[in-house]
């Protein structure tokens, strides 16, 4: 982990600062007199000491003795978490399971209209043109689709997804 340029550069004034009054003074300098020094705040220096301090490489290890470092610990953004995998896995059974439950038609309304096959969600007009049906007829058939789908027994076990 590296710090950004300004605080490297500042950092390095208030090491040549506090090296200075170190040897007016013979006594360590306190973050107010470094503060006056480079005409900055004392809240600065004080961060920027802290923050110089704790730089640390990703792959160092914690102790000598540990092959652990903070790249190993450290969660990876561009990789999905398996439990994120798992729920999205068993939603989509759920899912298919409550479609399952609809007229064959009606389920695969549902399914273009919202794009649960991995393709993107068609529109009223486009689904109409693929089964011969009015767009009406078809906002009729998705919206009964749905009104079932909201039934108890086939939507309890999918509210648990819309807590998570």
Do not use: W
């Amino acid at each position: 982990v590296r710090l950004p340029l300004n605080k490297i550069g500042l950092l390095y004034k208030i090491s040549k600062a506090s090296r200075k009054l170190m040897q007016e003074q013979a006594d360590d300098p306190e973050p107010e007199d470094i503060a006056a020094q480079l005409d900055v705040t004392v809240e600065e220096v004080k961060e920027t000491i802290l923050h110089g301090r704790s730089v640390r490489s990703l792959d160092a290890t914690f102790r000598e003795e540990e092959e652990q470092s903070l790249l190993d610990i450290l969660p990876d953004d561009r990789q999905e978490s398996p439990e994120i995998g798992v729920m999205e896995g068993c939603l989509r059974q759920q899912i298919e399971s409550a479609l399952g439950s609809l007229m064959g038609r009606e389920a695969e309304i549902l399914r273009l209209y919202f794009g649960l096959e991995g393709e993107k969600p068609m529109t009223l007009d486009q689904i109409g043109v693929r089964f011969c049906l009015t767009r009406e007829r078809v906002r009729q058939i998705k919206e009964k689709a749905l009104h079932r789908l909201r039934h108890p027994s086939r939507c309890d076990h999918l509210r648990t997804y819309s807590r998570a």
